[in-house]
């Protein structure tokens, strides 16, 4: 089984940064992609932004040039920078990670979420 464990969410002004980290854990042969989703109070889950274990990084419209996904695959960890909040920024946020079992099977796994809220 996977665990994945979030941290760094909190209350900041507009304009501000704050910077998340999810951990995984676990029995696995190797992590995949892995992401930061987020959902905001009476809206669907979205994309917010993905990277896989080569580095490439791929980013919803509306955060992009904002934030910045990042991962140590030593520590098994992936990152998120979030630079320039807005209130739209408000929500859950999710990590996700896509690994390979070591009964090569492909997984899918969520944490439990990190509230972030944007206010004056």
């Known amino acids: 089984q996977v665990q994945l464990v979030e941290s760094g969410g909190g209350l900041v002004q507009p304009g501000g940064s704050l910077k998340l980290s999810c951990a995984a854990s676990?029995?696995?042969?190797?992590?995949?992609?892995m992401g930061w989703y987020r959902q905001a109070p009476g809206k669907e889950r979205e994309l917010g932004a993905t990277?896989?274990?080569?580095?490439?990084?791929n980013y919803a419209a509306s955060v992009k040039g904002r934030f910045t996904i990042s991962r140590d695959n030593a520590k098994n960890t992936v990152y998120l920078q979030m630079d320039s909040l807005k209130l739209e920024d408000t929500a859950v946020y999710y990590c996700?990670?896509?690994?390979?079992?070591?009964?090569?099977?492909?997984?899918?796994?969520w944490g439990q979420g990190t509230q972030v809220t944007v206010s004056s």
């Open positions: 676990g029995s696995f042969w190797s992590i995949n992609t």
């Open positions: 990277i896989t274990s080569g580095g490439n990084t």
């Open positions: 996700s990670a896509e690994v390979t079992s070591k009964r090569w099977r492909m997984e899918n796994f």
